[in-house]
């Protein structure tokens, strides 16, 4: 489509090309996953460390017992939008997943925003989670009685700052990513069966100590100390209402904009297209099962945490080891630290792999530097697009607060989310004869429920996110302006300028050889 750069906003991408990317007409990734692989993927982003402690945190914090309709408003949210990306996906088998629906079905300005967007949300969920793995890491050594020496001790397990035990998970992960899609599928399904056993037996353990009578109790609507003239940490839904503070609806619509983030990462699914087998058919099944699986967990942890410990007995910081210790049963605070920290290593290994998925899907297209989508040799994986992921998160997390930018990531998820159902709804309209695996049951009212869901658990996001997110997406106008709409494959560039070179069709050819045989 040679259209000139002026024209950038009418540009979309061919259906065609998205699924000649898929069959390996173009430099493609080789297959990997099968339909329990991708559940496991999705198993391994999504149960981290906050399924020991964002349930007791906002029940303590902000939503009492109702944090187990919290957990549920959350899900519900994330169900619906799974049933659009369940669509999108079998229509569009890719590793752009949202970036390239939005591409296809909006054209390339919408597409750029959705994958600047992408782009933040997985970088920074990366670094968030580096750093909390650490100190889970050290929180566990300590616990165990390992005793570190004190020059490790001063670098290891901060909050902010330099700290190994995160450089040591990113540089290790990194290169398990960057060594190919099986190396890190192996390592995950390790991971994601030990800390399965470990969230089992919290619950086993823990269901002994369950008091019902501890859900009974209904706080008092109430507004924390130092935080009522705080327009800028305050819920913009309690701005728009008059209203802020915890507990109560409010407190329960607040804290399940906060538990979106727990579930964070069926979407991740989508990355993984390309290297599924019958994509059409087993990325939808993936992400709903996974995601289902997920939703069910969290929300019998949370009702084991809440029966365990009344609301206002229960510690934010610690919540379930705390429950524990107060029940006589303080071996477990061990089990939950091992569980917190295998969680969070498949955490930063799927986020991982999904950003480089979504970014190497950008580079194909030329929004960013075309050699980053160069497929390595010997190991079929965009190696070079994984070491920049990998050396920036590096940065991210090593030199800048991340723990308190959280919230960003939620943010940048549900503006993706609003994208992807808004995207069922006109593709059903434009494209309503392409070929899908799957199809949004009751539509365009799911999409639009999606949508309405969205945008009710945006507006309980605090006003200083709303305007840390609207500089980002600024920012990202400015680059898509001076290098992304010049540069991409649909400004007219001829295929014979490709920096990709001979290398990468090498690679293409023989993953396509290797594909067949597979097949065969």
Not at 71 to 88: D, W
Not at 142 to 154: C, E, I, K, N, S
Not at 158 to 185: K, M, P, S, Y
Not at 199 to 212: K, L, N, P, R, S
């Amino acid at each position: 489509m040679p259209e000139g750069t002026s024209l950038s906003i009418l540009r979309r991408l061919p259906p065609t090309e998205v699924t000649n990317r898929w069959t390996g007409a173009r430099h493609g990734l080789p297959k990997a996953y099968g339909r329990t692989d991708l559940v496991v993927l999705g198993l391994g982003v999504m149960i981290g460390a906050g399924i020991f402690s964002v349930a007791g945190r906002q029940a303590a914090t902000m939503a009492g017992p109702g944090v187990i309709l919290s957990f549920m408003i959350a899900g519900i949210t994330s169900l619906l939008v799974a049933f659009c990306f369940a669509e999108l996906s079998s229509a569009m088998p890719t590793s752009g997943s949202a970036y390239t629906f939005t591409y296809v079905i909006f054209g390339e300005v919408w597409a750029w925003l959705v994958g600047w967007a992408l782009v933040m949300e997985l970088l920074l969920a990366t670094a968030v989670v580096a750093r909390a793995w650490s100190l889970y890491a050290a929180q566990m050594l300590a616990d165990l009685g390992v005793r570190l020496p004190d020059l490790l001790a001063r670098i290891t397990g901060q909050a902010e700052g330099f700290d190994l035990f995160a450089l040591f998970i990113l540089v290790v992960l990194t290169a398990v990513v960057a060594l190919g899609a099986r190396v890190g599928l192996r390592t995950l399904w390790i991971i994601v069966v030990a800390k399965l056993l470990a969230v089992g037996a919290v619950i086993v353990v823990g269901a002994t100590h369950f008091d019902q009578r501890n859900l009974s109790a209904i706080p008092v609507p109430a507004v924390p100390a130092g935080t009522a003239d705080d327009t800028l940490n305050s819920p913009l839904l309690g701005l728009m209402f008059g209203q802020t503070g915890a507990f109560g609806w409010f407190g329960i619509f607040a804290a399940s904009a906060v538990i979106a983030f727990a579930y964070i990462g069926f979407d991740i699914v989508a990355t993984a297209a390309e290297e599924a087998e019958d994509a059409p058919r087993s990325i939808p099944k993936g992400i709903i099962r996974s995601l289902v699986i997920t939703t069910v967990i969290y929300i019998v942890v949370a009702l084991v945490m809440v029966g365990m410990t009344p609301y206002d007995r229960i510690n934010p910081k610690a919540p379930l080891a705390n429950a524990f210790r107060q029940a006589d049963e303080g071996f477990m605070a061990h089990i939950i630290n091992i569980g917190a920290v295998l969680g969070l290593t498949t955490v930063v290994l799927v986020l991982l792999v999904g950003l480089t998925r979504v970014m190497f899907a950008m580079a194909r297209d030329g929004l960013f530097p075309r050699p980053l989508a160069r497929i390595n040799r010997s190991y079929h994986s965009p190696t070079r697009v994984t070491l920049l992921i990998g050396g920036v998160a590096i940065l991210l997390a090593e030199f800048v607060p991340v723990l308190t930018l959280e919230p960003l990531v939620v943010i940048g998820t549900l503006f993706v989310f609003i994208a992807v159902a808004a995207g069922v709804i006109r593709m059903r309209r434009t494209m309503p004869d392409l070929p899908r695996g799957f199809r949004v049951p009751l539509s365009p009212g799911v999409p639009i429920a999606s949508i309405l869901a969205c945008l009710w658990l945006l507006v309980n996001l605090q006003v200083i996110t709303w305007l840390y997110f609207a500089a980002w997406m600024a920012f990202g106008v400015l680059v898509y302006l001076l290098y992304g709409r010049r540069n991409s494959v649909l400004a007219g560039a001829r295929p014979a300028a490709d920096p990709l070179g001979a290398e990468s069709r090498g690679t293409e050819s023989r993953g396509t050889e290797s594909r067949g045989r597979h097949r065969r």
